[in-house]
């Protein structure tokens, strides 16, 4: 167990049992950081506040709903949401969803989904502004053991997307999403460029042709 300090340091992984991570997040001081446990070591992280970091994630978001709309694809998707194995492992991704068949499974009702009697989501994606390192090391560890099908990547300083199929507790680059039928991964990238120049709606008109033709 280790010993906190009045002041926890952040984004970092520290090494402690699962209760002392409990107890460290709900804590009431901790209501505005991110949580997650894996392999016997916890990490809080402090919560984005960066405009770039906001503006992609809504934008990512918008792109996959409008791309499911457009395709008649189901979805549920999660903004922040906690998956949790007791006494294993806790994520909170930035975004995560629930696709095709498996969308009617989304749980509803709960603060914290536990892994052992609900299902995981098909796609986590994490926006990453300056925790790339980790989100392409231990996180995609934890999210290969959780046995998510999709993991996407938003690095939000190169304005890159990292995607991978998940499969047998391994992953690979992947350009096109498999979760999401003929999503290209290029196409949310191109939209992210073009937030630098245009408004929203604009990159909206400019998504739902891409995704008609």
Not at 29 to 48: F, T
Not at 188 to 202: C, F, G, M, P, V
Request: charged share 25%; proline share 3%; with cysteine.
């Amino acid at each position: 167990m280790i010993q906190l300090q009045e002041k926890l340091i952040t984004n970092t992984w520290m090494k402690t049992d699962w209760d002392t991570y409990i107890n460290t997040i709900e804590s009431p001081d901790r209501e505005n950081n991110k949580s997650y446990y894996y392999n016997g070591y916890m990490r809080i992280e402090d919560m984005p506040t960066g405009a770039n970091h906001s503006r992609y994630h809504l934008l990512v978001a918008n792109a996959i709903n409008l791309f499911c709309t457009i395709g008649g694809i189901a979805i549920n998707g999660f903004d922040n949401c906690t998956y949790r194995k007791i006494g294993i492992r806790e994520c909170q991704p930035d975004l995560s969803y629930y696709c095709g068949e498996k969308a009617r499974l989304a749980p509803v009702s709960t603060s914290v989904i536990n892994s052992d009697e609900q299902a995981t989501p098909d796609l986590v994606i994490e926006i990453s502004n300056t925790t790339i390192n980790d989100d392409l090391g231990a996180k995609r560890f934890l999210y290969e053991e959780m046995g998510i099908s999709e993991y996407w990547i938003v690095d939000v300083q190169n304005t890159l997307i990292y995607a991978f199929e998940i499969i047998d507790r391994g992953s690979r680059r992947i350009d096109t999403s498999l979760v999401l039928p003929q999503l290209s991964i290029d196409t949310i990238t191109r939209a992210l460029n073009l937030s630098k120049e245009q408004d929203q709606s604009q990159i909206g008109k400019w998504l739902m042709s891409e995704f008609q033709n």
